[in-house]
């Protein structure tokens, strides 16, 4: 998730906070704890209609904000009620700490379709994880001033440390890392052992090379890519699942095959290469069906995609993969839109409906 979408997504959980205190100086605590639990659920309303879903951190959120401050209606004591901004980023804390010094990366799976198809190569990653590292304590130290100054502060200091402060901090701690890596930025040394990616243009041919991490980092320089889908004798349509460990689109449903094509390779050895890494499959006849252009916020791709039904070799050997499994043309559209598959794949489903079905 960029820092950007997370100031917004917890922006809505502020606006009840400003409306409970701008209330209570005027009409008293009551009135001000009405008009907040108003203010989320017209907040959640709005954004059904805008979206016609429920974001499920909002809707997390906006029912803390109802529970806690209905306690404090009940109880006629607004304590539960300034708790409630805490209790959010105590669980956002639990969440970066996982994500930033373990292997299991919450943010990725909870954020990738956000990030549509970006890859990080080594280096990225390590300063992915640092980010995370430094918003934990950032997140942490915010914490535990909400909790302090709802027991110990006036209502002016509790809102202003419970939203204003939060929005400062975060602009002081990425101003540094901006100016940070501004200063610090070194030429890019490539690895003598990195792999090298034919440049191409719109109509395929090569007008160059270069390292796989420099096309990778938004110069939209455009490389050619392989995906093969297969389908068996029903015209099922086989998918892979994305480990949880990745930290592109884990978790979801993609195009059984797909990787890049090496600056020494052809079309066909790419091909074959990569459906033997990724599901085991040999001696397979495959038929190109369409080309297309693929961007990403990192990247862009010369998408070649070809269709096969041989299937019966098909075994998973790899932990690039953690499951394959065949899916109707039903499941599939039943299940567009749900986060169930990866961006890419959606888009090309719907690119090469036709195609795969009429093969």
């Known amino acids: 998730m960029s820092k950007s979408e997370l100031l917004k997504k917890l922006l809505p959980g502020f606006i009840p906070l400003f409306v409970f205190i701008a209330i209570d100086e005027i009409w008293g605590t009551r009135a001000g704890l009405i008009a907040a639990l108003v203010i989320g659920v017209a907040e959640m309303i709005w954004i059904w209609i805008q979206e016609k ?8 959120d906006t029912g803390l904000l109802v529970v806690l401050g209905s306690v404090s209606l009940i109880l006629d004591n607004d ?37 549509k198809d970006v890859e990080l190569n080594d280096q990225q990653m390590a300063q992915f994880r640092k980010t995370m590292q430094l918003m934990f304590f950032v997140f942490l130290l915010h914490t535990v001033l909400v909790f302090y100054s709802a027991f110990y502060m006036s209502d002016g200091a509790w809102a202003f440390i ?43 041919q090569i007008i160059g090379k270069a390292p796989r991490s420099v096309c990778h980092r938004g110069e939209k320089l455009l490389h050619p890519v392989v995906h093969l889908h297969v389908l068996n004798n029903q015209k099922h349509v086989y998918l892979q699942k994305r480990p949880l460990n990745k930290l592109v689109q884990p978790g979801k449903w993609d195009t059984a095959v797909g990787g890049h094509i090496s ?34 916020e990192i990247e862009s791709e010369l998408v070649y995609v070809f269709v096969s039904h041989d299937f ?28 169930t598959f990866t961006p890419n794949f959606e888009h090309e489903y719907q690119l090469l409906k036709k195609e795969i079905f009429s093969v």
């Not at 879903?53 to 997390?60: C, I």
């Not at 033997?276 to 040999?282: F, S, T």
């Open 53 to 60: 879903r429920f974001d499920k951190f909002v809707l997390f």
């Open 79 to 115: 304590i539960f009620f300034k708790l409630k901004p805490g209790l959010v980023e105590l669980i956002l804390c639990a969440v970066l700490a996982v994500s930033a010094f373990s292997k299991l990366n919450i943010i990725g799976m909870m954020t990738q379709r956000y990030m």
């Open 162 to 204: 419970s939203g204003g402060l939060f929005y400062i901090l975060f602009a002081v701690v990425f101003g540094y890392e901006f100016l940070k890596q501004k200063l610090s930025r070194k030429p890019l040394l490539i690895p003598e052992d990195e792999e090298w990616l034919p440049i191409v243009d719109e109509a395929g």
């Open 263 to 296: 600056a020494d390779e052809t079309l066909e050895t790419a091909l074959k290469r990569e459906a033997w890494e990724e599901i085991g499959l040999q001696n397979f006849a495959a038929r190109l069906v369409k080309t297309y252009r693929w961007d990403s």
């Open 312 to 339: 019966k070799s098909i075994h998973l050997h790899s932990d690039e993969v953690e499951e394959g499994q065949f899916w109707t043309q039903k499941q599939i559209d039943a299940n567009l839109g749900t986060d």
